[in-house]
């Protein structure tokens, strides 16, 4: 097991909809751990993200049973209020920024940076690595413009397709309740002045996700091709990535990171059907590790 002499380690990591702390002690051992809102300055504003990183971190030191000061190593993703709050809380460690990709291969227990990651939680992204660690990355547009395959894009479909059916342009679907209940509202199209309200909110859009892959298990036809197209759109953004570097008889791992996988065999079922016909070698793995545990990891192997 590593071990780090002098003080703990703290790993943040932040999107649009949740923002994740962990400390590991000397011995790499989790002791505590804190969650927040959003984080991801693009989409939140930067008091608000300022906000759940301070939650997140105050949370993990409580239950960790000790100081900002005894803080001595940091990482973060999207970190763009990391150091202003660090300040803030008497953590004097610099936070060192780690991406994506990277923490979605230590989440795998993946060293080695080759392969693709897919990353498909609040938004959706693809990177390739090879082995000379050149990049190439598609996606993450943001939600004015797609993130395809995000739960945002779940959310949205979802939505949408609750409001063709209480317009009677598609069929009945258990999609409409499901809104009128999340959104707390009478009427299905009472919804809209909700979403209107509060301009782009992919946080609120994309926490309809879990909504509509509950829809889908339960049967619902409408929700069921909803999961399984976003499933089958991930596979081909995954597959088209993999192609800038890599041939068909290569071996790889295709790391999946995000909560969209958590919907489980409808979503991943679908990716499978489109990678493995084009890369059989390849592995895909299922990026399971907590989110700030890896940061953690990575920031406590780079002292």
């Known amino acids: 097991m590593l071990r780090v002499e002098g003080g703990y380690t703290l790993g943040i990591d932040g999107g649009g909809s949740k923002t994740d702390a962990v400390i590991l002690d000397q011995d790499g051992s989790v002791v505590g751990a804190g969650i927040a809102g959003g984080c991801n300055a693009n989409f939140t504003p930067r008091r608000s993200a300022a906000a ?8 993990a030191l409580k239950e960790a049973n000790i100081t900002a000061a005894d803080i001595s190593r940091a990482g973060c993703t999207f970190g ?13 460690a610099e936070p060192r920024h780690f ?3 990277g923490v979605a291969f230590e989440r795998a227990g993946i060293r080695e940076l080759r392969g693709v990651a897919l990353i498909a939680g609040t938004g959706s992204s693809c990177v390739a690595l090879d082995a000379e660690q050149r990049t190439r990355g ?7 413009l797609g993130d395809d395959g995000s739960a945002y894009d779940i959310g949205l479909q979802g939505i949408k397709r609750a409001m063709l059916a209480c317009e009677g342009r598609a069929p009945d679907t258990l999609l409409e309740e499901a809104v009128r209940e999340y959104f707390d509202v009478a009427r299905t199209k009472a ?13 609120l859009v994309a926490g309809f996700a879990p909504c509509v892959s509950g829809a889908a298990y339960d049967g619902d036809s409408a929700a069921i091709e909803i999961v399984e197209s976003v499933g089958e ?4 953004l995954a597959a088209f990535t993999a192609r800038k570097f890599f041939r068909e008889a290569d071996a ?8 969209v996988f958590n919907i489980g065999k409808l979503v991943l079922d679908p990716i499978r059907c489109v990678l493995r016909p084009q890369f059989p070698k390849a592995s895909i793995v299922i990026a399971e590790m907590r989110p700030g545990e890896a940061v953690a990891r990575l920031a406590m192997r780079e002292e």
Do not use: D, H
């Open 80 to 92: 763009a209020v990391a150091k202003a709050v660090f300040e803030e809380l008497g953590i004097s």
């Open 233 to 236: 759109v991930l596979g081909e």
């Open 191 to 203: 919804a809209i002045s909700k979403l209107f309200a509060t301009g782009i909110n992919q946080p």
């Open 138 to 144: 598609f996606g993450g547009w943001g939600p004015l």
């Open 52 to 59: 759940a990183y301070r939650r997140a971190i105050r949370a």
């Open 99 to 101: 991406s994506e990709f």
């Open 252 to 259: 790889f791992p295709f790391v999946l990171a995000g909560g």
